[in-house]
């Protein structure tokens, strides 16, 4: 089994201002992870995914993250936010290969101000 | 591509009677979709796993008599809740699992109100 920790419930941030959102998962096995935001009312929407290769990945809306396997972090960052990037993240894992379920952190809550 | 779309958006019932939840694969085919249940301001909680031709799998604590899945083609799973209650209002969300990208893409959920 796997999980995620989300350790920010909450990170505020002026705009134009750098950010990270961390995430750290536990798994037994080789995973997949994810970035998806949800905006108010709405469903996910993914963001960047790592499955293998470049450990580097860069998503939608110039966020990337970064898989690092020795500290079984995936965390999200972005050099400059805006205003329309407040919203909640969530990071998920689910084991590589398989048509498993995802498993969802609790989500970091990114509000961004003037 | 990859997208997943949900209907109703909202829906508003009485007490007692059933809502059905449908949820679409519009580009591509999924064998595998998910529904899940989130409260206001927490994570998603998955509910049941739906796979296309055979029953559906329900996490732990959720009754399978309440919450019907049904997930007849692969591009098509229903949720339907039988007898409705208020404390079943929720917002429920689709994902449809693309076997190719590896990836879950989730519709835009539905907000249901019991009275």
């Known amino acids: 089994a796997q999980s995620v920790t989300q350790l920010d419930s909450q990170v505020p941030v002026f705009e134009e201002a750098p950010v990270e959102l961390r995430c750290n998962y536990s798994?037994?096995?080789?995973?997949?992870l994810f970035w998806y935001v949800q905006y108010p009312n709405q469903g996910l929407q993914l963001l960047l995914k790592y499955l293998s290769g470049s450990t580097l990945v860069k998503g939608i809306n110039g966020f990337e993250a970064e898989f690092n396997k020795s500290q079984t972090s995936f965390h999200l960052r972005k050099p400059s936010v805006h205003i329309s990037d407040t919203a909640e993240y969530f990071c998920a894992v689910s084991e590589a290969g398989t048509a498993s379920k995802l498993t969802f952190g609790t989500g970091t809550r990114l509000q961004v101000t003037l | 591509g990859a997208v997943v779309s949900q209907h109703p958006s909202w829906v508003i019932c009485k007490s007692g009677t059933s809502v059905k939840i449908e949820c679409r694969s519009l580009d591509f085919q999924a064998t595998t979709m998910f529904w899940y249940r989130q409260f206001p301001k927490q994570s998603l909680m998955l509910m049941a796993t739906s796979n296309e031709g055979s029953k559906a799998t329900y996490e732990q604590g959720v009754e399978k008599d309440k919450f019907l899945i049904n997930h007849a083609s692969l591009t098509l799973s229903t949720l339907t809740v039988t007898s409705a209650h208020p404390e079943d209002s929720s917002f429920y969300i689709c994902s449809a699992r693309d076997v190719i990208q590896e990836t879950q893409y989730f519709g835009p959920g539905t907000r249901l109100l019991v009275l």
């Open positions: 798994s037994s096995v080789s995973v997949y």
